[in-house]
Nanobody, 121 residues
Framework: QRQVVESGGGLVQAGGSLRLSCTTA????????WGWFRQAPGKEREGVSC????????TYVDSVKARFTISRDNAKKTLYLQMNNLKLEDTATYYC??????????????YGQGTQVTVSS
């Protein structure tokens, strides 16, 4: 059974930090590239960061570089996103999905419900 569960979101003040987690099942986590994507109200979903299967290649959208760090634990089939120095514009629902091309940061099917991140001033 294919399953993705995102967690770790919440309400945080600008400048604060959150760590998102994405646990998976039935999607061959260890042999796939994975990524984080987000959608803010009234905006299209965008790629935030992707990581290769081995973890040696990571990509980030310009707006989060030097603030966010993607990582993975293949043994736990879990993807992470450490978010530091959060800004108001980071407010969105965050999703994880397979990311076939880490440079393009385009997702395959979304299976999870996402986790809400709200940054307040």
């Amino acid at each position: 059974q294919r399953q993705v569960v995102e967690s770790g979101g919440g309400l945080v003040q600008a400048g604060g930090s959150l760590r998102l987690s994405c646990t998976t099942a039935g999607l061959a986590f260890a042999i796939n590239n994975w990524g984080w994507f987000r959608q803010a109200p009234g905006k299209e979903r965008e790629g935030v960061s992707c990581i290769s299967a081995s973890g040696d290649i990571t990509t980030y959208v310009d707006s989060v570089k030097a603030r966010f760090t993607i990582s993975r634990d293949n043994a736990k089939k879990t993807l992470y996103l450490q978010m530091n120095n959060l800004k108001l514009e980071d407010t969105a629902t965050y999703y994880c999905a397979r990311c076939p091309d880490v440079d393009l940061m385009r997702p395959l099917t979304f299976y999870g419900q996402g986790t809400q991140v709200t940054v307040s001033s």
